[in-house]
């Protein structure tokens, strides 16, 4: 079983939402984290607050130790990058939560096929090739976890989401593969799919600027839960034991195996 305490953490998409929230609960109860993401200080992103310094800052706030890569994932020597900081700064990782998404919302004609190559890099490759940099490491140690942030949208056909959807779904099912093969060795790869719509930065800015039937879907409050609480069923998952792998579960699949809670639908937990 991992023990968070000194581990090392790589954790990506996370200067907001789940990501941050993640890095800071693994923060929190001793973890070395990693703090990756493509925003660094100043901002080129003015519409969503957060930082890849910002949330090292709030981890050290916390008494953690913690580095910060700012890293795109679609550039293939940024993805090294954090392999080898990584490395350089704690001669291993523990844990690697590949948490960062990309997604082009319309049709499957009008999305450009550059943006299909971009999604399917930041979901699919990138995380294969972080893997690929980290995991020998792991299996020569026999310890060690992969968690991959998946999403319910690999499971529906909801109009628009085609890219997000098929790249998420490749995702799970490499995930399936590189279980099999590294299982044996004490490493385990499991993939958390989210399933309920998460109050993110991303999500409360299209609620303010699109209003909340387009961020919900038609309205209802009911399924929305805090990215603070995403980050609890992470952890859940990254301190099960090295046997537990190969599991795609959403939120209350984990709370069905006495993982956290998951608020009943009807009440918000904005």
Not at 76 to 93: P, Q
Request: charged fraction near 15%; proline fraction near 4%; hydrophobic fraction near 40%.
């Amino acid at each position: 079983m991992l023990d968070l305490q000194g581990a090392v953490a790589v954790v990506t998409g996370a200067t907001r939402g789940i990501g941050r929230r993640t890095a800071l609960a693994l923060g929190a109860r001793g973890a070395r984290v990693i703090v990756v993401g493509r925003t660094g200080i100043p901002s080129d992103n003015p519409k969503l607050p957060g930082s890849v310094e910002e949330t090292v800052a709030e981890l050290q706030q916390l008494g953690a130790e913690a580095i910060g890569v700012i890293a795109d994932l679609v550039d293939e020597a940024a993805t090294s990058e954090i392999v080898g900081k990584t490395l350089a700064a704690f001669g291993r990782c523990d844990l690697l939560v590949n948490n960062a998404a990309y997604t082009s919302n319309g049709a499957v004609l009008d999305i450009p096929w550059h943006r299909w190559q971009r999604g399917f890099r930041v979901q699919v490759v990138a995380p294969l090739q972080l893997c690929q940099g980290f995991l020998p490491g792991m299996i020569e140690r026999r310890s060690g976890s992969v968690i991959n942030v998946s999403s319910g949208a690999s499971q529906s056909m909801t109009p628009g989401l085609a890219l997000y959807g098929t790249s998420k779904q490749a995702m799970e099912r490499w995930s399936d593969f590189l279980h099999q093969e590294v299982v044996s060795h004490g490493v385990a790869v499991n993939t958390l799919r989210v399933d309920r719509i998460v109050s993110t930065e991303g999500w409360h800015y299209v609620a303010r600027t699109q209003g909340l039937d387009v961020a919900t879907g038609g309205g209802d409050m009911s399924g929305v839960i805090d990215p603070g609480l995403a980050a609890e069923f992470v952890l859940w998952m990254a301190g099960r034991p090295s046997g537990w792998s190969g599991h795609t579960v959403g939120f209350e699949e984990i709370t069905a195996l006495g993982g956290p809670v998951t608020p009943r639908m009807g009440g918000s937990t904005i």
